[in-house]
């Protein structure tokens, strides 16, 4: 099993660099050709998302990103460390305020796009973050 990991500031610059080593890397691992743009969106929408998550809960800790070979398969993590907590119902006629609306429904969006792109989606998060595991399967790479 092969590994790659990257770790980026939380910032909407770095997530064209991920994306394009997480294709590089799908390539390398086997990933067909014809879903490594899937790849490239997921990834991008993947960490689009942990940077957004980051960002509103002011957390300037890396992105973190493993890029696993495995027998027959390739996965991407893309993990956070912005805290969840199980939501509470709020009493009667008391709202969230805006920012966590907003931040809630862009963060459904992104894994709605990303359960779009990828059949294989595990999502997983706790109070100390989050991680988004992505399979795609892998051919064996034949020399001539």
Same mark, same amino acid.
């Given at each position: 099993?092969? #590994?790659? +990991?990257?770790?980026? *500031?939380?910032?909407?610059?770095?997530?064209?660099?991920?994306?394009?080593? =997480?294709?590089? $890397? !799908?390539?390398?691992?086997?990933?067909? /050709? =014809?879903?490594?743009?899937?790849?490239? %969106?997921?990834? @991008? /929408?993947?960490?689009?998302? =942990?940077?957004?998550?980051?960002?509103?809960?002011?957390? &300037?800790?890396?992105?973190? $990103?493993?890029?696993?070979? /495995?027998?027959?398969?390739?996965?991407?993590?893309?993990?956070?460390?912005?805290?969840? #907590?199980?939501?509470?119902?709020? =009493?009667? @006629?008391?709202?969230?305020?805006?920012?966590?609306?907003? !931040?809630? @429904?862009?963060?459904?969006?992104?894994?709605?796009?990303?359960?779009?792109?990828?059949?294989?989606? +595990?999502? &997983?998060?706790?109070? *100390?973050?989050?991680? %988004?595991?992505? &399979?795609?399967? &892998? #051919?064996?790479?034949?020399?001539?």
């Amino acid at each position: 099993m092969a #590994t790659v +990991e990257l770790r980026f *500031s939380p910032l909407p610059e770095h997530v064209r660099t991920a994306r394009l080593v =997480a294709a590089a $890397v !799908a390539r390398r691992a086997g990933v067909d /050709e =014809a879903v490594l743009d899937e790849v490239r %969106l997921a990834v @991008g /929408e993947a960490c689009s998302r =942990a940077v957004g998550l980051h960002r509103s809960s002011d957390i &300037t800790a890396p992105v973190r $990103v493993a890029l696993i070979e /495995e027998e027959k398969q390739f996965s991407i993590e893309v993990g956070d460390e912005a805290p969840r #907590t199980i939501a509470v119902p709020a =009493a009667p @006629g008391v709202a969230g305020s805006g920012d966590e609306l907003e !931040a809630e @429904g862009e963060d459904e969006m992104g894994l709605a796009v990303i359960s779009g792109l990828v059949d294989d989606v +595990e999502v &997983t998060a706790d109070e *100390s973050g989050g991680l %988004l595991r992505m &399979t795609w399967p &892998t #051919t064996p790479l034949t020399l001539p």
